[in-house]
């Protein structure tokens, strides 16, 4: 008999509390908040995959995550395409785009690397900034449907839709995280030339990885115009966004695949809180702060602390 | 023990009565609630400060007098942080869990925007702040947005700049507009309305919104010999054109048009002199043909609450039209003894309002329904000194004709 893993129990079960939440929760700011979180929980992944697996910095994500947007926009303005159709050409675009950046900066290393990926971000800023097809700097406007069938509401359906891409993205992240290929990322974070002279393909696993990356995060960027219904180059590359997407892996652990997923979890559902109870500027701080106590005091993150915990005990039994 | 925790719990029960009773005395029931979210921080912090501030007279000064419909006004409001990520669940939470009566928006167009759609399929009463154009493309009849800028508001904003321009028989014009949001829409209405003048446009391009330094681009629009300058710009842009302006001395005969942040106090007292001569929009400026009933005694109350809270000191600017949209809201709620919205959107539109900054009449796209977007010329500015800004005569407006307070100095550097 074949023998199921917890794993794909775990996210059926996921799955089905989204979709019973959907059916019974009548308080529509869930499906709002949840849409961010799980916005956010995407973008943890992507990151994770390239800065955590395979220890290579990015400070791009908020370009990736713009191109992802402005991509649809393009199409939507274009031809009226399904949503899915425009998640999934935002992918394939960001994936490609991820591909090259991979080409040209990853000869490059360390804190080279990061700025690199900061200045592509720029440039392409730049770029829609001055394209006024998707609405240039003054912006685009999105018209979303009243209503869609199958749920009771626009974000309901949107926040379904994130939800599957969420699952489908951290299965993607423990794929690599657990196999061979995964193997070869880390070697490469632990010492590349070393990786290099034991044989691994270092350059066809980190252009995987880039792509992974910018795939993901063009995953999580196609729906956002749709979420907000208006986006403009400011709110599409901002830096908070590309902040939030270091600091959730960081904060969970970077060195599984569930550390970003549990980073996200708890950083972009005490976010949502704080926006409706203490004020959304405070957000910022407790990113920052959070973040500093994470790198000074636990720089392996929760999954570290729970690791050397764990580790502790057992030791302490023996 | 018993008996003094009883006593202590009594005590505190007269104390929250004692505390309430003045404002319940004069109101009874439920109160009712108004929604919205503020750019509190972020880029337009400092605005979406004094808006809020601007609400809170209003919200007093009503409650004051009794309250909407005899009940009291409370507002429910979140910081959206001049983030538009975060402005559609603050406007479900306020519709489907704080349960508010109305909604009014958030400051600036970008945390507008987001909100419409949400405000659109609960059917509420929208009222806007500072929103340009935004209705264009969802068209929704139950929105009204309060700054004057008319009902084609890219294009009237600057209508006044270029008529000056046509009084004066200029012939050519250089413009120059930051690579965002207000300033493109800004810098696109002045394009229309010189091609629809018949000016030979002598140079059009952008700028990051980050310059600061305009020398270079300054010297590159001289070089062109314009008559007219119109620049489209932010604040920290504004401070360094004016500067740069005037180390330059430029020759154009007309200079300024729509320059975000000389409205502001604290610029204005930073430039002093070097504003002298520039003509740039506003929207309230102390003048005799703008002193409408109540604006003074508003102002009054708003600069000695924004003492000391970071925020703009004078209030000319957004401030009375934060209490404006409020008036507009409060007054149609008296008029229908109605919280019903379809009711409310009706009355709005066919009703002028009196308020702190005029009759307020809107048009059908929720717009005003004919621009009063001031072009006024600063005069006489001495240095380092924030109240001679109060006086009348050191902005003088030149258009719309029906609130001229004044002719132009002309040119702009004699």
């Not at chain 2, 000064?61 to 910081?79: A, C, F, S, T, W």
């Not at chain 2, 008529?163 to 930051?178: F, N, P, R």
């Amino acid at each position: 008999m074949m023998k199921i893993s917890g794993f794909w129990i775990g996210i059926v079960l996921m799955l089905a509390a989204g979709f019973v939440l959907a059916g019974v929760a009548d308080n529509q700011f869930l499906f709002f908040a949840g849409y961010v979180i799980l916005q956010g929980l995407i973008m943890a992944v992507a990151w994770n995959v390239l800065g955590g697996f395979t220890g290579y910095v990015n400070f791009g994500s908020a370009g990736f995550f713009a191109i992802g947007a402005y991509t649809a926009i393009a199409l939507h303005q274009f031809a009226e395409l399904p949503l899915l159709v425009l998640i999934v050409i935002a992918g394939i675009v960001c994936g490609l785009i991820g591909l090259g950046t991979g080409y040209l900066t990853l000869r490059l290393r360390g804190v080279y690397f990061a700025i690199a990926t900061l200045a592509m971000a720029i440039v392409f800023e730049s770029l829609i900034t001055n394209w006024d097809y998707v609405g240039g700097s003054a912006g685009a406007y999105v018209i979303t449907p009243a209503e869609v069938p199958f749920f009771d509401s626009f974000i309901e359906m949107m926040f379904i839709l994130m939800l599957v891409l969420s699952l489908i993205c951290v299965a993607v992240s423990r794929y690599l995280s657990m196999s061979r290929m995964g193997r070869g990322l880390a070697s490469i974070r632990d010492d590349e030339t070393a990786a290099e002279c034991m044989g691994v393909p270092t350059l066809r696993l980190k252009l995987i990885s880039t792509t992974v990356m910018g795939v993901m995060m063009g995953v999580a960027g196609a729906p956002f115009p749709f979420f907000v219904t208006y986006i403009n180059p400011l709110s599409a590359f901002d830096l908070l966004i590309a902040v939030n997407a270091i600091a959730m892996p960081m904060i969970g652990g970077t060195a599984v695949w569930f550390g970003p997923v549990i980073g996200a979890l708890l950083l972009g559902t005490i976010q949502q809180i704080v926006t409706v109870t203490i004020s959304s500027e405070l957000n910022i701080l407790i990113v920052g702060v959070v973040l500093i106590a994470f790198v000074a005091l636990a720089p392996r993150g929760i999954v570290g602390l729970f690791q050397d915990f764990a580790r502790k005990r057992r030791e302490g039994g023996k | 023990m018993r008996f003094f925790r009883q006593l202590v719990l009594a005590i505190a029960a007269l104390a929250v009565v004692v505390a309430y009773s003045p404002q319940v005395s004069a109101q009874s029931g439920k109160p009712i609630k108004i929604g919205f979210s503020m750019a509190l921080t972020g880029v337009l912090g400092a605005g979406g400060k004094s808006a809020l501030i601007a609400m809170e007279i209003w919200r007093d000064d009503v409650n004051k007098k009794g309250g909407l419909l005899g009940r009291p006004v409370e507002l429910v409001y979140y910081d959206d942080a001049t983030t538009p990520a975060k402005v559609p669940a603050i406007y479900t939470k306020l519709l489907n869990v704080d349960k508010v009566d109305l909604v009014v928006s958030s400051y600036g167009t970008d945390v507008i925007a987001p909100a419409m759609p949400i405000v659109m399929r609960s059917g509420k009463v929208f009222l806007g702040l500072f929103g340009l154009d935004v209705n264009h493309k969802f068209k929704y009849d139950r929105y009204f947005q309060i700054m004057p800028a008319g009902p084609n508001p890219a294009q009237d904003w600057s209508r006044g700049f270029f008529d000056i321009a046509k009084e004066k028989g200029l012939k050519s014009v250089a413009i120059a507009g930051a690579d965002a949001e207000f300033a493109q829409n800004a810098v696109k209405g002045a394009r229309a309305n010189a091609k629809q003048d018949k000016l030979n446009i002598v140079y059009d391009k952008s700028f990051p919104p980050s310059t600061a330094d305009f020398t270079p681009i300054l010297r590159a629009i001289q070089a062109t010999n314009p008559d007219i300058i119109y620049f489209g710009s932010y604040p920290a842009n504004s401070v360094g054109i004016v500067k740069a302006a005037n180390e330059l001395g430029l020759k154009a005969k007309l200079v300024g048009g729509g320059m975000v942040g000389l409205q502001f106090a604290a610029i204005m007292k930073n430039l002093g002199p070097g504003l002298n001569n520039l003509v740039n929009y506003d929207f309230w400026v102390p003048a005799k043909t703008l002193k409408f009933p109540g604006i003074e005694e508003f102002l009054k109350k708003y600069q000695a609450a924004a003492a000391g809270k970071g925020v703009d000191l004078l209030g000319h600017y957004l401030p009375p039209w934060a209490y404006a949209y409020m008036q507009v809201l409060g007054q149609s709620v008296e008029a229908t003894k109605s919280l019903d919205d379809k009711k409310l959107a009706e009355y709005i539109h066919k009703t002028t309002f009196n308020t702190v900054v005029g009759p307020v009449k809107f048009g059908k796209n929720g717009e005003w329904a004919t621009s009063r977007a001031l072009m006024i010329q600063f005069r006489g500015i001495k240095a380092n000194n924030l109240d001679q800004f109060k006086m009348e005569g050191t902005r003088v407006v030149l258009k719309p004709d029906t609130v001229k307070s004044g002719d132009i100095m002309f040119p702009y550097k004699k």
